[in-house]
């Protein structure tokens, strides 16, 4: 372990068991730490580097905006947030986008969002259906929607008003609604719940169930959106558009921010002027950073590159099943694949870094791979060389 690290540790908050790496600098897709060791990057900081480290076209917008402007508040209009805004809400297919410093905030906005229609239409609607292993964020009310008990027991009491039902089950969901619900709020593909994908059935179930009965349905799409699943965003897949959608992880690659989108519909009567604010949120440098990513992923075609990568990658993990004990599944789709062990898969991911791959884990027994986007077949062949060995 690195000398600095033993050292300064202690100067954070524990909420977190950090790996015994120091990393100090990325190229591609590869990250090096404070010795020099070279690790192939299966992690992505957690699906957020879509375009690996040092895209020069990246860094040089980036740069530029630095040495231009970074900051306005809220309270003034910039063009490279409204070129950014533009941008995204065509990416996602909403009508309207609101920026946000995070993916939990994006959520949190959301739920505003939902209540606050609900309000202006004199509903009486509050409460929200969320799905058994969700993951929304950790904040109170993005806590709220979240299904992980662990996370959830020392903060109670959370927000009231909030039911489970259980993911790829429509008959769960149904049986939950009422003339008080809301929203629904999902992610198309769970990723922190252990790399789950919703089938066709519940996403057109449930866009159908929030049209007969006046809900609002919102996606999360915050680790399965900006092409990660092979489109866009996840939804476009389904062809199910949701009322609203949150977005972060990937957007900035790397610069922190967070989005969420609604349709003209829900803006219509939602939140107005005073409702609700942020005084970073979507200032000029990190939209330089959003309206960069979007370019780049649109020039260089990245949805396809992952649908090609992506089938490679699955190709190669079904193979690697048959020979490797302890392999129960592989799931995912495009550049977010899950591996389901029959043991914790806390273990492969230490060993992982002894062969200088990061990789991370979703709940206890599955590995996550979510690399950068811009992977080729040579860097799968590279995974799968390293898994043979540790596994
Ligand atoms: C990461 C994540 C969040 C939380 O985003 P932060 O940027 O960490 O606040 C919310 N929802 C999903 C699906 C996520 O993967």
């Known amino acids: 372990m690195n000398n600095y690290m033993e050292m ?14 120091v990393l100090e600098r990325g190229e591609g897709v590869y990250l090096y730490d404070t010795d020099g060791k070279k690790y192939l990057d ?34 003034y209009y910039n063009t490279t947030c409204g070129k950014a805004a533009e941008a995204l809400k065509d990416a996602c297919g ?9 993916g939990t905030e994006a959520n949190e906005g959301v739920l505003k969002a939902a209540r606050k229609y609900a309000w202006k239409k004199g509903t009486g609607r509050y409460e929200f259906i969320a799905m058994t292993a969700s ?15 662990a996370y959830r027991a020392p903060f109670e ?23 008080k619900t809301c929203a629904i709020i999902l992610e198309p593909l769970q990723g922190e719940g252990g790399v789950n994908l919703a089938t066709q059935e519940f996403m057109t179930g449930i866009r159908k169930l929030c049209d007969e009965e006046g809900i609002l349905m919102i996606c999360d799409e915050i680790q399965c959106g900006m092409a990660r ?19 972060a992880k990937a957007i900035g690659s790397g610069v922190p921010v967070g989005a969420f989108g609604m349709t003209e519909k829900v803006a219509e009567y939602s939140l107005e002027p005073g409702d609700h604010g942020t005084t970073y949120g979507g200032n000029p440098f990190v939209c330089a950073a959003v309206a960069k990513t979007l ?34 599944e592989c799931r995912g789709t495009g550049l977010i694949q899950g591996i389901r062990l029959d043991k914790p898969a806390g273990d492969t991911v230490k060993k992982a870094l002894d062969e200088g791959l990061l990789i991370i884990s979703a709940r206890s027994d599955v590995i996550r791979l979510v690399p950068p986007l811009v992977i080729e077949k040579e860097h799968v062949d590279e ?6 060995k540790i596994m």
């Open 8 to 21: 300064t540790n202690h100067n954070l908050v524990h909420t977190y068991n950090r790996f015994p790496v």
């Open 42 to 75: 299966f992690a992505a900081g957690i699906a957020v580097s879509g375009l690996g480290y040092r895209d020069k076209e990246l860094t040089d917008v980036l740069k530029m905006q630095i040495d231009k402007l970074m900051h306005t508040s809220n309270l």
């Open 94 to 102: 909403m009508d309207r986008v609101f920026f946000t410093n995070s």
């Open 135 to 149: 993951f929304h964020g950790r904040s109170m009310g993005a806590l709220s929607v979240t299904e992980h008990e």
């Open 157 to 179: 009491p959370l927000v009231p008003g909030v039911k489970f039902a259980e993911f790829n089950n429509l008959e769960s969901v149904k049986s939950l609604v009422n003339e």
């Open 229 to 247: 699943t092979g489109s866009m965003f996840a939804w476009q897949s389904y062809g199910t558009k949701p009322d609203m959608i949150t977005m």
């Open 295 to 328: 370019e780049i992923y649109e020039k260089r075609d990245l949805v396809n590159h992952v649908r090609e990568t992506g089938a490679y990658l699955k190709q190669k993990l079904e193979e690697l099943k048959e020979t490797c004990q302890g392999v129960l």
């Open 383 to 388: 995974l799968i060389e390293k898994l043979k």
